[in-house]
């Protein structure tokens, strides 16, 4: 068996190094073979690419949080190699919701025994941008803006900019078209879920499955006390989850337009603004490694 670590050294400020030795010695101790790639900021999807056409891996480990789960299944769309996540981010929302072991050693030993490969969809945002998680427009948009242009890292960081926006909330117009119906309404935050996580560990919604063809819009028309309430509430009980306050529209396909531009943001990376968003589902874009207490096989 050849494994090829797809790592990102900087996602969500954490040190990969101590990783990869336990894994270095991990792989020589059974025999395993590997490779490690390193992104870069610079040409990293041709780069991966060409080093996947060279060694032709067995398998694909992505090092890190959700941008990197998202980089690795971008450059692995419409290809044969199987992914399995290590999650090492600041946000391992997608690792969560798709019952990755947190521990990244154990995460490990599941990727390299598991014979367990299902299908993982992708959305496509505009025919170029691309979300194997979470995006969204409006409030979280936002706060990801900011916190991307902090030098530091972390839930503390994430909590000082989601504060902030709770100050200066302004709901927004908008027009959504999904299975052959129109809705015009209002808005403080409009999310595009391929899963059901963000990173804290705070649903969006319940039903949302990363392996069934399709996506959710969640459509959050308010949030006050009680909202957010239930909604850290929900963190540890879905029960909880505000089903008064959001409407939860589930499809393949959607297009959402708006007044004026409004800031999109997907897996944790600020997109820009735009006044019209088209929305569409890659079924089974990404071969993913799993195991068979994954819930998502069985729905």
Do not use: W
Request: aromatic share 8%; glycine share 8%; hydrophobic share 40%.
């Amino acid at each position: 068996m050849k494994l090829l670590f797809v790592v990102n050294p900087i996602s969500g400020g954490v040190n990969k190094e101590p990783f990869l030795n336990n894994a270095k010695k991990l792989c020589d101790k059974y025999g395993v073979n590997y490779e490690v790639f390193k992104t870069t900021g610079k040409g990293d999807n041709a780069n991966l690419t060409a080093v996947l056409d060279k060694i032709n891996p067995d398998k694909v480990v992505s090092v890190g949080g959700d941008g990197t789960t998202l980089f690795t299944s971008v450059v692995l769309l419409n290809t044969d190699y199987p992914m399995g996540i290590i999650p090492l981010g600041s946000a391992n929302g997608m690792a969560t919701d798709l019952f990755v072991n947190p521990n990244p050693m154990e995460a490990l030993r599941d990727i390299i025994l598991s014979q367990v490969v299902a299908g993982l969809d992708m959305v496509v945002v505009n025919d170029h941008y691309y979300s194997i998680h979470i995006g969204d427009v409006g409030v979280n948009a936002s706060i990801v803006n900011s916190y991307e242009k902090d030098k530091n890292r972390g839930m503390t960081t994430y909590a000082k900019y989601f504060f902030e926006e709770l100050n200066k909330l302004n709901p927004f117009e908008f027009t959504l078209k999904a299975n052959n119906e129109i809705v015009k309404s209002k808005g403080l935050m409009i999310g595009i879920c391929n899963a059901r996580k963000y990173g804290t560990g705070i649903p969006l919604n319940s039903t949302g499955n990363p392996m069934d063809g399709k996506f959710e819009i969640v459509i959050f028309e308010k949030i006050d006390a009680v909202s957010l309430l239930k909604a850290g509430l929900s963190k540890y009980d879905e029960r909880f989850i505000d089903n008064q306050s959001t409407k939860v529209i589930s499809t393949n396909k959607a297009e959402i337009s708006f007044k004026e531009p409004r800031l999109l943001q997907l897996d944790g990376e600020v997109i820009g603004h735009f006044e019209k968003i088209k929305v569409e589902i890659i079924p089974k874009a990404v071969r993913f490694i799993t195991h068979n207490e994954n819930v998502f096989l069985n729905q």
